[in-house]
């Protein structure tokens, strides 16, 4: 019988991608999410029964156990931008890390992948930061082989980075922006689950930090985005200061409205991680250490941000008559 993997959150916007290649690989895909019945669209990804979504809470100790029963390997693609209702950064990234690792080991799982994040920090004053870095400590204390991958900002179809700036840009001229001068360095999203793959099949184990070929301000990223949807707009970089009393006003809107309305927009914690760079660091092993060609961003970009240009997918047909009248 070929092997099985299970890929914790393997329904989102990285697991998928990873559920995807480990099908091609041949293995048995076992997806774990807390709504199967919204991920059925991963089955097609392998022949008939290859690839199954299941139940799982990864803050309930017996579905995190009965997820990764008779798995040869185990992937954590869970995390969260920001807390909402019991979804805590304590109970995601780190409890809930720590609970995948821990039971992995005590059933006799030699292979874990655990999916963090670039600016992963014990002392930073960012939750989000702390929390992964402490579950990154707890995964390794159980499995000490395990790969950590720490991704920059992870573009691809579905991303909440390229997608989210040029969503903004068709509310008006102005586009304002927080941590304007902070440096990113994208990410493409199947890059990561080839590094992804690599350590489920045992051909790689350790920190990796994954970063795409570029590194440069987050203005400019907004800049390349205008340029690819056909858009004129002027960029406003806002204070830290402003960014603050933003999200405590967004933060303070979920609370009254006791959830019911979702801050999407920008959180203290959020403003809190802008002010530092989210670059690969000097020294780290990256994606070349993989044999992996990190992906351009703008070899793929132009592919699914059309749909945000003035007149969609028919802009080039009109600047052609344009062109044709002029």
């Known amino acids: 019988m070929s092997q099985l993997v299970t890929i914790y959150g393997g329904s989102g916007f990285v697991g998928r991608y990873i559920a995807r290649r480990m099908a091609k690989q041949g293995w048995r895909v076992r997806v774990a999410v807390r709504r199967p019945n919204e991920a059925m669209f991963v089955k097609p990804y392998g022949s008939v029964g290859q690839v199954e979504p299941v139940l799982c809470n990864i803050r309930d100790e017996a579905s995190v156990a009965a997820a990764m029963a008779g798995a040869d390997a185990v992937v954590n693609c869970v995390g969260i931008l920001a807390e909402g209702g019991k979804n805590r950064f304590e109970a995601v990234q780190t409890e809930g890390a720590a609970r995948i690792a821990r039971l992995a080991a005590a059933a006799g799982i030699p292979t874990m992948v655990h999916l963090s994040a670039l600016g992963a920090d014990a002392e930073s004053e960012s939750a989000y930061a702390r929390t992964k870095a402490d579950g990154e400590a707890a995964v390794l204390e159980h499995m000490p082989n395990a790969m950590i991958l720490r991704p920059s900002v992870i573009f691809g179809p579905e991303d909440m ?34 590094a992804a793959v690599q350590g489920v099949l045992g051909q790689a184990q350790g920190l990796y930090e994954l970063g795409g070929p570029a590194a440069k301000p987050l203005e400019a990223w907004i800049a390349d985005i205008l340029d690819v949807i056909h858009r004129r707009r002027l960029v406003l970089n806002l204070p830290f200061a402003i960014g603050r009393l933003m999200g405590f006003g967004f933060d303070l809107l979920q609370k009254v409205t006791f959830g019911l309305w979702q801050n999407s927009v920008l959180t203290r914690d959020q403003v809190k991680l802008l002010q530092n760079d989210n670059v690969v660091s000097e020294g780290a092993k990256t994606l070349a250490d993989l044999g992996i060609q990190p992906t351009p961003a703008a070899a793929v970009i132009e592919e699914y941000l059309w749909r945000f240009r003035p007149s969609g997918q028919y802009d080039a047909i009109k600047d052609s008559a344009k062109n044709l009248r002029a």
């Open 161 to 194: 980075f390229f997608n989210r700036f040029a969503a903004m840009s068709k509310f008006g001229p102005v586009l304002p922006l927080v941590g304007g001068k902070t440096e990113f360095q994208p990410v493409y999203v199947d890059d990561v689950a080839k």
